[in-house]
């Protein structure tokens, strides 16, 4: 593995708690769509933060709505 490959793994939000909730089409464990799991080493790192934005306002609403 080279060092771009070992970075981008490294700033992955998974969590490594992979399930996918299709009622509402994310991961249980960090949140991402499918889509975004799949394409996450080939953003740039301007998409990522905007995703890791989104991610936060997923993780609150799944905090208040159990």
């Known amino acids: 593995?080279?060092?771009?490959q070992s970075s981008q793994r490294e700033d992955s939000p998974c969590v490594h708690i992979c399930l996918m909730d299709y009622a509402q089409g994310l991961c249980i464990g960090c949140h991402r769509t499918l889509d975004e799991i799949t394409y996450w080493s080939t953003y740039s790192p301007a998409r990522k933060r905007?995703?890791?934005?989104a991610l936060e306002i997923r993780r609150a609403a799944a905090s208040t709505n159990p």
């Not at 593995?1 to 771009?4: D, F, K």
């Not at 905007?50 to 934005?53: D, G, Q």
């Open 1 to 4: 593995m080279n060092t771009e």
């Open 50 to 53: 905007e995703v890791l934005a």
